[in-house]
């Protein structure tokens, strides 16, 4: 299991605060380096723990292979969708029609 930095730990505890609250859209704003990952890994774990459902979702792969494998070590169970690499030979051409 991986220890929170206490400035991390201060960040899950007021997350998990607003989430007590009834807050249910909060946006997680940090530093590069500050281990966004890590943070968000133990919220989704205790989230996990008080068997609540997780859905995390990310625009690239990349991101959610790199995030994968951190949140592997904090969490018991990831289940993985991705949808199929498209891969085209030829550029697709692109229209745009007014009537």
């Known amino acids: 299991m991986?220890?929170?930095?206490?400035?991390?730990q201060a960040v899950v505890d007021q997350v998990e605060k607003e989430i007590e609250q009834g807050r249910r859209k909060l946006?997680?704003?940090a530093p590069t380096g500050s281990g966004k990952t890590v943070m968000?890994?133990?919220?989704i774990n205790h989230a996990v723990e008080r068997h609540q459902?997780?859905?995390v979702i990310a625009h690239r792969?990349?991101?959610?292979?790199?995030?994968q494998r951190p949140m592997s070590s904090l969490m018991k169970r990831i289940t993985l969708v991705q949808r199929p690499i498209r891969r085209f030979s030829t550029p697709i051409p692109t229209?745009?029609?007014?009537d």
Do not use: D, N, W, Y
């Open 61 to 67: 792969r990349e991101i959610i292979t790199q995030t």
């Open 95 to 98: 229209r745009l029609s007014l």
């Open 53 to 55: 459902r997780v859905l």
């Open 2 to 8: 991986i220890t929170l930095h206490p400035f991390q």
């Open 27 to 29: 946006l997680l704003v």
């Open 40 to 43: 968000g890994g133990a919220i």
